[in-house]
């Protein structure tokens, strides 16, 4: 439960980042939604860690698949 809190504490403090105009603030919220991510993401159950994992190797996989696709030539 607590590692359900800290990664929405996390994607709270990231969006408010996202929407600040300083930029010291900006840096300095995006570095407390990370690691608040990071900490809640560790504390996170098994299941869900292979889940998100799984989720992320799929998605670049794609993306790579994609980028080959269109890349330049190498002739």
């Not at 996390?10 to 300083?22: C, R």
């Not at 994992?53 to 993306?63: G, M, N, R, W, Y």
Request: aromatic residues 10%; hydrophobic residues 60%.
């Amino acid at each position: 439960m607590i590692s359900l809190v800290l990664l929405l504490i996390g994607l709270g403090i990231l969006f408010l980042a996202w929407k600040t105009p300083d930029e010291i603030h900006r840096i300095a919220s995006m570095v407390a939604g990370t690691i608040s991510l990071i900490w809640g993401f560790s504390l996170a159950p098994l299941s869900f860690q292979l889940l998100f994992e799984i989720i992320s190797v799929l998605a670049a996989f794609s993306v790579c698949m994609r980028c080959l696709g269109c890349g330049f030539n190498r002739d």
